[in-house]
């Protein structure tokens, strides 16, 4: 059974900095690749942030210069560096995981940026 445990949201100002993580069980591995996906209230949940198992990573145009995505092999970690947020970021954030035409998801961790 896959387990993804997303941690590391909460309420911070405009222009602050959060770390999400999320932590997979089992190997990293197994997956093709990881994301970050995002949905804010009355929204569809979008792709914020992916990562292949060969690391190549790509990004939102929303978030190109401010987010960062990573992962920690040895950790079976998965991580997002957002910098310089801004209200619009504001949103429950989902880790996924892709394999063989399947995803996996998260239970979300929110993520609230006041002006």
């Known amino acids: 059974q896959v387990q993804l445990v997303e941690s590391g949201g909460g309420l911070v100002q405009a222009g602050g900095s959060l770390r999400l993580s999320c932590v997979v069980s089992g190997s990293i591995f197994r997956f093709n690749a990881m994301g970050w996906y995002r949905q804010a209230p009355g929204k569809q949940r979008e792709l914020v942030a992916r990562i292949t198992s060969g690391g190549s990573t790509n990004y939102a145009d929303s978030v190109k210069g401010r987010f960062t995505i990573s992962r920690d092999n040895a950790k079976n970690t998965v991580y997002l560096q957002m910098n310089s947020l801004n209200p619009e970021d504001t949103a429950v954030y989902y880790c996924?995981?892709?394999?063989?035409?399947?995803?996996?998801w998260g239970q979300g961790t929110q993520v609230t940026v006041s002006s």
């Open positions: 996924g995981a892709e394999r063989g035409g399947s995803s996996y």
